[in-house]
């Protein structure tokens, strides 16, 4: 009986226990939003947040955000508490886990605690072609810029890696690095690319930060998907009537462009241009200033430029010949007329 009574305390003190935990911890929810305002939920793939004790670095979770876009955080001890939260697209070509942020947590004993979270890391604001040059030969020279907007107060250190591919596939791409310091505020970098085929050209762009979190670093804050930035087409002038090996010259847009085989080739971008067929000594085009209009145009069908050289000599020769050829006639013409009148005032003398 008296052991019977033992238990019956013991048990009796582990509820009350069991109580008191529960009603000294906290719960709390936290509203994610991305960089525009808007709740992460709008996004694909999985956002999810780690809790760790200010104090000791414990951790708790990954706990995965809900359909509401919000993190919800039960049953957790007083305290102070960073929430670092991640990103996993899901949807891009290489799936790099993103780190958003973090935000500082206290939870008081038996409440219930809303915060707001929006994503505060370094992300990729924008992908454009912002130059474009001709190359030597049949290429075309273009600068890429990348716009990372770091929204916080501090600078941090990253590298910017960039993929340009026509295939929109890692395979084959060309890829630059870049290590970068970001300032708060609006950050343009820029690398160059060399496109040797016509076609449609597409940009990956990843975004790695040096900052301290659970999953290390560098760790990725931002990826921008395949987007197209340009389209080359290919443009020949091809020219006919020059001796083999001649250097002849195209200027496009005041850019001069040679050969000495009867083909100058360009890969140019949508747009209009003003050309000019070069003098070459001794010969003359059959066209010299014109325009061309690459817009609409089909990618896998080059514009073809003719281009017809004629000698100068040539015609001075021929106009020699003509001139030659006239005064032989008109003098001929003139003695045969000064022969027959010669001879009608004989007949005249004559007859007389």
Not at 69 to 95: E, H, M, W
Not at 105 to 129: D, E, H, L, Q, S
Request: proline fraction near 5%; hydrophobic fraction near 40%.
């Amino acid at each position: 009986m008296i052991r019977l009574s033992i238990l019956v305390l013991i048990l009796l003190l582990m509820g009350i226990h069991v109580v008191m935990a529960e009603s000294s911890a906290g719960n709390v929810t936290v509203n994610i939003f991305n960089v525009n305002g808007k709740p992460a939920s709008s996004m694909h793939g999985v956002v999810y947040g780690i809790l760790v004790n200010a104090y000791n670095e414990k951790g708790m979770g990954p706990v995965f955000m809900n359909n509401n876009s919000q993190l919800i955080f039960k049953g957790i001890q007083p305290g102070t508490y960073i929430l670092y939260v991640y990103y996993y697209p899901n949807s891009t070509a290489f799936n790099y886990t993103e780190y958003w942020g973090n935000l500082t947590i206290n939870v008081f004993p038996g409440k219930a605690i809303t915060y707001n979270f929006t994503r505060n890391m370094p992300w990729i604001k924008n992908v454009y072609v912002n130059s474009t040059q001709l190359g030597n030969g049949s290429c075309a020279i273009i600068t890429v810029s990348v716009v990372v907007y770091n929204p916080q107060s501090v600078s941090f250190n990253g590298v910017v890696t960039v993929y340009i591919s026509s295939q929109e596939s890692p395979l084959n791409a060309q890829v630059r690095n870049q290590s970068v310091t970001l300032n708060p505020g609006v950050n343009n970098v820029n690398f160059t690319y060399t496109l040797s085929q016509p076609g449609t050209y597409y940009a990956y762009v990843v975004l790695k930060v040096y900052v301290t979190q659970p999953l290390g670093q560098p760790r990725t804050t931002d990826q921008y998907d395949w987007t197209p930035i340009i389209t080359v087409y290919l443009v020949s002038f091809t020219e006919s009537g020059l001796p083999s090996g001649t250097l002849w010259w195209v200027s496009i847009n005041g850019t001069r462009e040679s050969s000495n085989t009867n083909t100058i080739t360009l890969l140019l971008p949508n747009g209009t241009y003003q050309y000019e067929i070069l003098p070459v000594n001794g010969y003359v085009a059959n066209i010299t200033n014109r325009s061309l209009s690459l817009n609409g145009l089909t990618v896998n069908e080059p514009m073809i430029i003719g281009v017809g050289f004629k000698s100068k000599r040539m015609p001075i020769i021929s106009d020699v010949i003509i001139i030659v050829v006239s005064l032989i006639i008109l003098v001929t013409v003139a003695l045969v007329v000064l022969r027959f009148r010669s001879r009608n005032a004989f007949d005249d003398v004559a007859t007389a």
